[in-house]
């Protein structure tokens, strides 16, 4: 079973820059397209970010265009979400997202498409 730890939350100023790491515990990484989602209380879990199994292509939702950058590292078992710019209306926890399906998808900003999360990690963006 794929396992993923997310990493690197925590508190920044609105402006500021924060960079999430998660963590994948099997030798089947590169196999997956790694998403990041988020949830602030009360709300719907929303799509932030995708890369595809060999880096390429990267999907951002229209919130986080040009502040965000996913990547990933298939030789450390790692994606990434260097985030800057950051405002309070992105303080929410991040989740990582592994899918197993490499091929395209139009439907990749669907939380359902994700088969393993890992527990998240809380960004708060103060004003």
């Known amino acids: 079973q794929v396992q993923l730890v997310e990493s690197g939350g925590g508190l920044v100023q609105a402006g500021g820059s924060l960079t999430l790491s998660c963590a994948h515990s099997g030798d089947t990484f590169s196999e997956y397209a790694m998403g990041w989602f988020r949830q602030a209380p009360g709300r719907q879990r929303e799509f932030v970010a995708r890369v595809s199994s060999s880096g390429r292509p990267t999907r951002y939702s229209d919130s986080v265009k040009g502040r965000f950058t996913i990547s990933r590292d298939n030789a450390k078992n790692t994606v990434y979400l260097q985030m800057n710019s950051l405002k309070p209306e992105d303080t929410a926890v991040y989740y990582c997202?592994?899918?197993?399906?490499?091929?395209?998808?139009?439907?990749?900003?669907?939380?359902?498409?994700?088969?393993?999360w890992g527990q998240g990690t809380q960004v708060t963006v103060s004003s």
């Open positions: 997202a592994a899918d197993p399906n490499t091929s395209y998808r139009s439907d990749y900003f669907a939380p359902t498409n994700y088969h393993y």
